[in-house]
Nanobody, 124 residues
C-alpha cells in the first residue's frame, strides 16, 4: 500500500533552517503532485508547497515564498522541504500528501494519501 513517511522535524531558533523529508513508497508517483501542508495549534491544516513529480514544477503559499524550497529525488522516491529563515509562526505539524493528477494541489481534499506528520517548533 502507499506509504508517506515524513522526517526531519525538530526544535530550531527563529532565523534557523530545517529540511523535511517525505519518503514515498507503494506505487509509481509519476502522475502525482506531492504537497506539504501544516497544522498549527488550534488551526486548520493549511497548504505550504507542492511539486509535480514528473515535471518538477513547484508551487508555494505566499506565507513561505522565498523562504521554503520544495524538491524531489526521483531515484529515492523522496520529496524535500527546505525551510530557511524560520519564524515562530511556522511552528506546526508538517504533513506530506500525494495528489493523483495534481489538480487543486493547494486544496487538502484533493489529496489521496497522507503521512503521519512531523513536528516543527520554532522558538523566538
Amino acid at each position: 500500500q502507499v506509504q508517506l513517511v515524513e522526517s526531519g522535524g525538530g526544535l530550531v531558533q527563529a532565523g534557523g533552517s530545517l529540511r523535511l523529508s517525505c519518503a514515498a513508497s507503494g506505487r509509481t508517483f509519476s502522475n502525482y503532485a506531492l504537497g506539504w501542508f501544516r497544522r498549527a495549534p488550534g488551526k486548520e491544516r493549511e497548504y505550504v508547497a507542492a511539486i509535480s513529480w514528473s515535471l518538477g514544477s513547484t508551487y508555494y503559499a505566499d506565507s513561505v515564498k522565498g523562504r521554503f524550497t520544495v524538491s524531489r529525488d526521483n531515484a529515492n522516491n523522496t520529496v524535500y522541504l527546505q525551510m530557511n529563515s524560520l519564524k515562530p509562526e511556522d511552528t506546526a505539524v508538517y504533513f506530506c500528501g500525494a495528489n493523483r493528477g495534481g489538480a487543486y494541489y493547494w486544496r487538502e481534499y484533493a489529496y489521496d494519501y497522507w503521512g503521519q506528520g512531523t513536528q516543527v517548533t520554532v522558538s523566538s
